[in-house]
Structure formats: C-alpha cells, structure tokens
C-alpha cells in the first residue's frame, strides 16, 4: 500500500508558474502526474521512471512542464511554467509498481488531488 499526498495547488494568472509536490509512502515505484478538468475524462501529464532515467510528457505540457522527483524524500514534484487557462484542472499523482505509463488504469495508488486554476 502506498499513501499519496499533493499539495501546491492553488490561483496563478496566465503565463505564470506553479510547483506542486506529492509525499510518497514510498520511493520505489513508476510515477505520474494525471489532470481532471470539470466535466472532462482524467488525462495523461507526465511520469517518470523510479529512477529517474526516463520522463515521458502529453504533447499539451511538453516544453512547459517538468516531472521529477526525490527519493531520499519520497516526492514527486510537477513544475509548470507558462500555465494557460486551459492548464486548469484537479491534478492528481500516482504510482504504479510496473513500469510508468500514460494509461490511468496502470496505477494501482492514486492522491486525493490538488486544484490548479489559471486565469486568463
């Protein structure tokens, strides 16, 4: 069992950047960042490899966005630079003990999520 906790989230204005963090029970697995706009299916972000030697981005985040983290410390962080309005959304961290993946359903453990909104 892994318990996972984000925090970070909050209010930035367009072309702004935001850094949000997830606490990990664990170090040893594959993570991921996943978002979930009102009304719309959760989505792929980014995720990583446990150690970090791959990282793997949606094309909408890709250039903007930066996935890594600290095993040491047992987090997952998501810096996201020149957020858009359409950045907005419940972002959520989860961790898979397979290898990491942009299919939801492959993460067996998941957060309670973080809201990020942007204005315009």
């Known amino acids: 069992q892994v318990q996972l906790v984000e925090s970070g989230g909050g209010l930035v204005q367009a072309g702004g950047s935001l850094r949000i963090s997830c606490a990990a029970s664990?170090?040893?697995?594959?993570m991921a960042w996943f978002r979930q706009a009102p009304e719309k299916e959760r989505e792929f972000v980014a995720d990583?490899?446990?150690?970090?030697?791959?990282?793997d981005y949606a094309d909408s985040v890709r250039g903007r966005f930066t996935i890594s983290r600290d095993n040491a410390a047992k987090m997952l962080y998501l810096q996201m630079n020149s957020l858009k309005p359409e950045d907005t959304a419940v972002y959520y961290c989860?961790?898979?003990?397979?290898?990491?993946?942009?299919?939801?359903?492959?993460?067996?453990?998941w957060g309670q999520g973080t809201q990020v909104t942007v204005s315009s």
């Open positions: 990583i490899t446990w150690a970090s030697f791959r990282t």
């Open positions: 989860a961790a898979s003990r397979s290898g990491p993946s942009r299919i939801s359903t492959d993460y067996a453990y």
């Open positions: 664990a170090a040893n697995f594959a």
